[in-house]
């Protein structure tokens, strides 16, 4: 059976997360727009600097800061190759922490498709609620809309 765009875009970024470097969270982020994507990024150290995977985790308050972020490193892609992201969609395989969020809104990111809410941040809900950018999480086929 076919499946429908959100889960196709899902797969996708999935696919993406098996290229993450560091293993605390494989995360994979496709954008979007038009059915088309426009870039996508994985967990990862900044280029040219050894991974999480070869020499282990930084950790600061219990987060990694060896990495950068998949929905940050798309968005740096976009930056990188002169693609415009205003009114993408952003498919994500783990929900966005609050730096990724923000990231998202001044991007102009319109949609987040999530699946995993691996940490939920009530400001970082709060900033999507006001950016009014529509967040679905998707699993499994299954899709559940929050927001405008």
């Given amino acids: 059976m076919r499946p429908d765009w959100d889960s196709y875009f899902m797969k996708i970024a999935a696919a993406v997360s098996e290229r993450s470097t560091c293993d605390r969270a494989l995360v994979g982020c496709a954008l979007v727009l038009d059915k088309r994507i426009l870039t996508t990024g994985f967990n990862g150290s900044p280029a040219g600097q050894e991974h999480c995977d070869e020499i282990g985790h930084l950790m600061v308050d219990g987060h990694c800061v060896r990495t950068i972020h998949a929905e940050t490193n798309a968005i740096i892609q976009a930056a990188l190759h002169g693609i415009s992201t205003r009114g993408a969609i952003c498919y994500v395989t783990h929900l966005p922490c609050i730096n990724c969020t923000k990231a998202l809104i001044n991007a102009g990111i319109t949609r987040i498709?999530?699946?995993?809410?691996?940490?939920?941040?009530?400001?970082?809900?709060?900033?999507?609620?006001?950016?009014?950018?529509?967040?679905?999480?998707h699993q499994n086929g299954m899709e559940e809309s929050k927001g405008p």
């Fill in 113 to 137: 498709v999530y699946g995993e809410a691996y940490r939920v941040d009530e400001n970082a809900m709060m900033f999507l609620n006001a950016a009014e950018i529509e967040l679905s999480h």
